[in-house]
């Protein structure tokens, strides 16, 4: 008989340490802590921002480069341009007001088709019947007549107080005053019968803008502007382009861009000084703003080049200015590089890059100039 107490007791042991080997260490928990990783930014946010950043890194570019042979561009695919955009005038041009209103004038005294110039009273009446092919007629032969003013009204003050029944009435005569200055010959804006029609239409349109924006009418405002900034002529262009030159020599500190921007708006009235909210309005403003920008820049350009001047008659015309801006670029590129500063020189640069195209709204053109030609690192 043979005892295997001992044997069964080590064979017991080894078991006991290998179920102690095998069997896992219960973990000790870990306690929760929540954490959302960050989210990176949209397709769309994305897509602003570069559309934000890519003008701005290219005038910076701009800053820093010398002048190229041929121009920068901001978009190089145009978009057809929105209605308060630049767009070319296709409109065929009749033929001059002043002399238009002569062969009028020598018709109604021959009175060959029975047709006389009417009286004031008529004037207003058929502002109130809505007569627009009379109004029409007396645009063509007695235009001086839509400027009169009888009592306390002329006749786009009439139209304007009998309401919104009559806006059409009132366009007739903006037209009727846009037509007549566009059209207006260079030999005959210094004749004094044309400076006293002149000065009369300016009236008129002050007085519309400021009843427009009393009576918060003020969805023409910005024709009215334009007409009135086109009807003031050589003299007031000129004091402001000589204005914002000095600015452009000043550099960054100068301000150039606001200071072109703030001689548009207290230009008309103090009423429409205080207008900020007219979307309409601010970009007319935009726009002259810019015109102002390149007739300056170029008129010092001109004082080391020699070259025609822009036309100060071309001032608030569709998009004449630049038209006339990037045409004497590209024919004094060569002079431009050798003979302007380098601050011109970028300043060019900069109002040519920035303005061409039709991808980005004026308000926003300017508002990228002011940001490098007002607050930028300037050169």
């Not at 559309?51 to 978009?75: D, F, G, H, M, W």
């Not at 005294?109 to 047709?115: A, I, K, L, T």
């Not at 630049?322 to 590129?333: E, I, M, P, V, Y």
């Not at 308000?363 to 940001?371: T, W």
Request: glycine share 4%; proline share 6%; aromatic share 6%.
């Amino acid at each position: 008989m043979f005892n295997n107490s001992l044997l069964l007791r080590s064979v017991d042991h080894d078991a006991e340490s290998d179920s102690a080997e095998t069997l896992p260490s219960p973990r000790q928990r870990v306690t929760s802590d929540l954490c959302l990783p960050s989210r990176l930014p949209t397709t769309g946010f994305l897509q602003r921002e570069a559309e934000q950043e890519a003008p701005k890194a290219i005038l910076r570019q701009l800053r820093r480069s010398p002048t190229p042979t041929s121009p920068v561009n901001i978009e190089e695919a145009e978009a057809p341009a929105s209605p308060t955009e630049r767009h070319d005038s296709t409109s065929s041009a009749p033929p001059s007001p002043t002399l238009a209103l002569n062969r009028g004038t020598s018709f109604v005294r021959g009175n060959q088709s029975g047709w006389k110039e009417p009286q004031p009273f008529e004037v207003f009446r058929a502002i109130e019947r809505k007569d627009i092919m009379f109004l029409m007629e007396i645009r063509d032969r007695a235009f001086p007549l839509l400027l009169r003013k009888t009592g306390d009204a002329t006749p786009l003050l009439h139209a304007m107080r009998i309401g919104t029944s009559h806006r059409d009435v009132t366009i007739v005569l903006l037209g009727a005053f846009s037509r007549w200055v566009n059209h207006l010959e260079d030999n005959e804006v210094r004749l004094p019968r044309t400076k006293v029609i002149l000065k009369a239409l300016r009236t008129n349109l002050k007085l519309a803008i400021d009843y427009g924006l009393h009576r918060s009418q003020s969805d023409l405002v910005a024709s009215f502007l334009q007409a009135l900034v086109m009807s003031e002529g050589d003299k007031w262009v000129a004091s402001q382009v000589s204005s914002v030159s000095l600015s452009l020599r000043a550099g960054t500190e100068g301000k150039p861009v606001a200071t072109a921007g703030s001689a548009v708006r207290k230009f008309a009235t103090r009423e429409l000084s205080k207008a900020d909210a007219i979307a309409a309005t601010e970009d007319y403003i935009a726009n002259a703003t810019a015109d102002l920008l390149m007739l300056a820049s170029w008129s010092m350009a001109m004082e080391f080049i020699e070259s025609d001047p822009i036309p100060s008659y071309y001032f608030a015309r569709d998009d004449r200015v630049f038209k006339a801006f990037a045409d004497r670029l590209d024919t004094h590129s060569s002079a431009i590089r050798q003979s302007l500063s380098k601050r011109l020189k970028w300043q060019l640069r900069v109002l040519r890059a920035v303005l061409q195209g039709r991808n980005a709204t004026l308000r926003s053109k300017v508002e990228l100039l002011a940001g490098e030609l007002d607050e930028g690192e300037g050169v």
